[in-house]
């Protein structure tokens, strides 16, 4: 199936792991213009080559820190420049840290919002105007399962990620219909994040080995946890003209591991 993405430019924050690095090499393979921001300058370079490597297109990465507004801006000026315009927004973001609501302090609140909240509410504010423009402009947030149905010990992502949802349905509304406006809910994938739980885990004692871990952590009736690019697939096919009558949905990816609907 060809999803219509050559040429076009993709913007993925968080992007140089993990699921949002997934999303960023799947658009690139599908022939996008591609451009990346990390925190950390080794982790770039390591994640600008892979996607380098999945396609044709043009390939940028940016330092910036997803909960410093002016940063953000300055990636989103400098994917425009750069690449020629700005058709895709994916957001993407880590996870807070693991806990329950009462060891969790009043700054661990603040620092999950801005890192899932306003990260997003940044991004697509400051790239609103040049998505407008484009005749294929999109936005999917990679938020997480637990949108719908909460995970234990993980109370910070549980509360703080269904404000994404509520801002994507709102702008699901506003931007149409010149810009779509989706959102992906990931079940347990093995990126770097699950891979520190499981060792964590393990280290606990709950099980013998990685391998057993991993082999266990999912209870989806697919019996297994997911690629992460098999969440990638799913957000360049959101980002694609064969989508093009769905906005506003949150979709889960998770093996069908959620129970509810």
Known sequence: ??????????????????????????????????????????????????????????????????????????????????????????????????????????????????????????????????????????????????????????VLSNSVRRAVIGLMKTQSREFGPEVRVNAVLPGAHETPRIQELVEDAVERGDYESYEEGIENWSDAPLDRVGDPRELGDVVAFLSSARSSYVTGAALAVDGGSMRST
């Not at 690095?21 to 591609?34: F, I």
């Not at 451009?35 to 300058?41: F, L, N, Q, V, W």
């Not at 620092?111 to 005749?135: G, I, N």
Request: net charge negative; proline share 2%.
């Open 1 to 154: 199936m060809d999803l219509e993405l050559d040429g076009n430019v993709a913007l993925c924050t968080a992007a140089t792991s993990g699921l949002g690095l997934a999303s960023a090499t799947a658009l690139a393979q599908e022939g996008a213009h591609v451009a990346i921001c990390g925190r950390t300058e080794s982790h770039l370079h390591d994640a600008r080559e892979q996607v380098e490597d999945a396609g044709d297109g043009e390939v940028i990465a940016v330092q910036a820190d997803i909960t410093d507004r002016d940063q953000i801006e300055a990636f989103v000026e400098q994917t425009v420049e750069e690449l020629g315009g700005l058709d895709h927004v994916v957001t993407s973001a880590g996870g807070p840290p693991s806990g329950s609501f009462l060891d969790s302090t009043e700054r661990d609140w603040y620092q999950a919002y801005d890192l899932l909240v306003m990260s997003a509410v940044w991004t697509t504010r400051l790239a609103y105007p040049y998505l407008k423009e484009s005749d294929a402009g999109t936005v999917v947030n990679i938020t997480s399962g637990s949108v719908r149905e909460v995970i234990d010990d993980l």
